[in-house]
């Protein structure tokens, strides 16, 4: 039996998804993976995923007490990580144990070599360490080295300071650091995970070299090494994306694959703010009205405001009506040149249809990868989290996209963090830049410049790639330490009843 990886990620889709893309490349590679999770997050991946029969699937469970969703809630407190750790350690000799069958419905296995957790479930690393197994981390944006003690949160006594010193990085304001940065409540949060991330024995990135090398070569260089970084590899080997299977002409049903083949090569702006962030309504009838001043074809993946996840799964519920939102006529005016459309969407097969010409993107580190892959130059349009940083990245440091400008924020007029993430777009600046990118020569340079990137990352996860020769040093890394422990006759279950 190959070495065994036990993932714990947390569910939203933008971080589950890549954890279990990478989970059935470990499986491929020989390596056991056993993903650990609560009883509905579990029941949903094998419902909707192929290929789920590969992997293991272990439910957190208090004895015999199923946990809701109520307990990412409870992570955030001390007790609450004390007691997923507890859980998480539990589960881990439970599924090493002979009675593995018995106690959590899975065959036995050997005793992990690590546990991978990501940048938010950090508290695994107290079950590793009580394990006494290394601590691995999936990282999941962009390899970006965490503001030091000190220069956070954003206060009005430092927000106009830019910040110069981060290995790897351009300048930046504080304005465009990770959202949890700018208040000091939620810095507390941020920065207990800085300390964590710190501790990761290994850092997989969901990233390729080419994309982020300074800031892969910075931590490398520069981070890795200092006083309180534990950290001995880092690893890209993004992306770590989905498979886009695609039907042939005569199997084709999806409305929006449809439209898109009525269209020019290389003319539609795919405008889609992903799967977690919505617009207020004054700011819809903005977008809906730049949009059709631009003169451009569209397609735009509508929400309501305010609008809960919407997945795959949302294929089967009846499309909300949407024309409330919209300026009165504007769907009878677009018609043929645009398409809103209000469930969900395949959006990579979006992306890499001939007729998209452009990404009008939030800026989520998996829709970014998605427009890279695909070669489409993009409009950034942060809302939170990281998002304004990738935005920043995009447009400064990588020249992969141009910004819309948010309106600034006036001191006098500040109504709290809210106000601060979903500020204002005008409609003349919606059509100003749309143009830009689709029609004037600033777009043709992204483009060629998104084309570049595309065919880096075609590298990349080819056969001896930066990507593919970095999961082949992981898989390898994972099978010396599960030889080393058979070769000390390692049991961690020694001396357990």
Not at 136 to 163: C, F, K, W
Not at 188 to 211: G, P
Not at 336 to 361: D, N
Request: hydrophobic residues 40%; proline residues 7%.
């Amino acid at each position: 039996m190959g070495p065994h990886v036990v993932m714990m990620p947390i569910f939203p889709a933008g971080h589950f998804t890549p954890f279990l893309i990478f989970a059935k490349r470990l499986a491929s590679a020989g390596v056991t993976v056993t993903i650990v999770s609560i009883d509905v997050h579990i029941a949903e991946v094998k419902l909707r995923e192929q290929a789920a029969e590969f992997l293991r699937f272990v439910e957190l469970r208090d004895g015999f007490e199923h946990l809701s969703v109520e307990l990412l809630e409870e992570w955030k407190t001390d007790a609450g990580k004390a007691k997923a750790s507890r859980l998480l350690v539990e589960a881990v000799r439970d599924m090493s144990s002979p009675n593995a069958q018995a106690l959590r419905g899975v065959p036995t296995v050997d005793f992990p070599v690590c546990v991978m957790h990501d940048m938010v479930t950090c508290w695994a690393q107290d079950a590793a360490e009580e394990l006494g197994v290394e601590k691995h981390m999936l990282y999941l944006s962009p390899s970006e080295r965490l503001v030091r003690e000190g220069r956070a949160p954003v206060t009005p006594e430092n927000q106009d300071i830019p910040i110069t010193d981060i290995p790897g990085l351009p300048p930046l304001q504080p304005g465009d650091l990770h959202s949890m940065y700018q208040t000091v409540e939620s810095f507390e949060w941020a920065k207990y995970h800085e300390h964590r991330n710190r501790k990761a024995d290994v850092i997989v990135a969901n990233s390729f070299y080419d994309l982020e090398k300074h800031v892969i070569d910075a931590i490398r260089n520069k981070v890795m090494g200092t006083p309180g970084v534990q950290t001995i590899y880092l690893l890209d080997v993004g992306p770590l994306l989905p498979q886009s299977p695609t039907p042939t002409a005569l199997e084709e049903k999806d409305p929006c694959i449809l439209w898109l083949n009525t269209q020019k090569p290389a003319s539609v702006l795919y405008v889609c703010f992903g799967s977690h962030s919505t617009h207020h309504a004054p700011q819809l009838l903005e977008l809906a009205s730049g949009l059709e001043a631009s003169g451009q074809p569209f397609l735009w993946i509508l929400r309501p405001p305010n609008s809960v996840h919407i997945d795959a799964s949302a294929l089967a519920a009846p499309i909300p009506p949407m024309t409330q939102y919209l300026p009165p006529g504007f769907e009878e005016r677009i018609k043929g040149r645009g398409m809103c459309y209000s469930s969900w969407a395949p959006q990579r097969r979006i992306l890499e249809h001939v007729s998209t010409g452009g990404f009008l993107s939030h800026c989520g580190w998996n829709s970014t990868l998605e427009g890279v892959c695909a070669g489409v130059p993009m409009l950034t349009w942060p809302f939170w989290l990281d998002q304004n940083f990738i935005s920043r990245f995009l447009v400064d440091t990588a020249k992969l996209a141009i910004e819309v400008k948010r309106e600034p924020i006036d001191p006098e007029q500040d109504l709290g963090e809210y106000d601060r993430i979903f500020r204002r777009v005008k409609r003349s600046e919606i059509e100003k830049q749309v143009r830009r990118l689709m029609q004037e020569e600033e777009g043709r340079i992204v483009r060629e410049n998104m084309q570049n990137m595309k065919r880096n990352v075609e590298r990349a996860v080819a056969l001896g790639g930066s990507s593919r020769t970095n999961f082949e040093k992981y898989v390898q890394l994972l099978r010396a330490k599960a030889s080393a422990a058979a070769f000390n006759g390692v049991n961690k279950l020694d001396g357990i009843a």
